[in-house]
């Protein structure tokens, strides 16, 4: 029942915020004012780049990048071990950095270039044949977290030392204690991409 003091509903135009007594009011002066405008995308509709192809999906507000990738666009590489940001299995690249798509809200990445281990695989990185050549893994289950890391790594630093290869993974995790192999993989891959001279001439 009515108080008496409701505010009356207002309809906005997404164009110049004009306000609208009524959905009709409103639906009139988008067709007479803004009729060559395009058709503004839905609430929660966005569009990214995930290994260089185009997605558009409607997300709702408490999603995760994670809920994203892996449940609904059926990119099942990155793991979820811990949901708390601490493993680091869930590990993808945007716009260049490592970041960890269980803390990242699907909504926040409207326009964003995201690289996740299928576009890794699919390349071929030399990471990939260098953790297998260095027996890094056991189980796997972070293994896509690890090599993810790894990639970002090796793109803003071609050749990193041990303890930067350490540094780096620091936040990824791994039951199996397969931490001995990750440097010798790395910088194994690291030598593949950009052999330095002196090893090149030899």
């Known amino acids: 029942m009515s108080d008496g003091n409701e505010t009356a509903q207002k309809h906005f135009c997404p164009y110049c915020t004009a306000d609208c007594s009524t959905y009709d009011a409103l639906k009139r002066h988008i067709l007479s004012v803004h009729k060559h405008e395009p058709v503004p995308d839905p609430e929660g509709r966005i569009r990214l780049s995930i290994n260089d192809r185009a997605y558009a999906a409607n997300v709702q507000p408490e999603w995760t990048l994670y ?34 798509s269980c803390m990242t809200l699907a909504i926040e990445c409207d326009g964003k270039r995201i690289e996740t281990i299928e576009g ?35 793109d803003r630093c071609p050749h990193p030392s041990e303890e930067d290869v350490k540094q780096a993974l620091a936040g ?5 204690g ?21 090893k090149e001439q030899a």
Request: proline share 6%; with cysteine.
């Open 178 to 198: 397969t931490y001995p192999q990750h440097p010798v993989a790395v910088l194994e891959a690291s030598e593949r991409l950009h052999p330095r001279k002196g």
């Open 67 to 100: 809920h994203l990738l892996h449940d609904r666009l059926g990119l099942l590489g990155s793991k979820q071990f811990c949901d708390r940001g601490a493993c680091g299995s869930c590990t993808v690249i945007i716009e260049g950095r490592p970041v960890l």
């Open 120 to 154: 890794i695989a699919e390349k071929r990185h030399p990471l990939i044949e260098s953790y297998v050549n260095n027996h890094a893994m056991q189980c796997g289950y972070c293994t896509p977290g690890f090599v993810t890391t790894a990639k970002a790594l090796l």
């Open 172 to 176: 990824n995790l791994c039951r199996c």
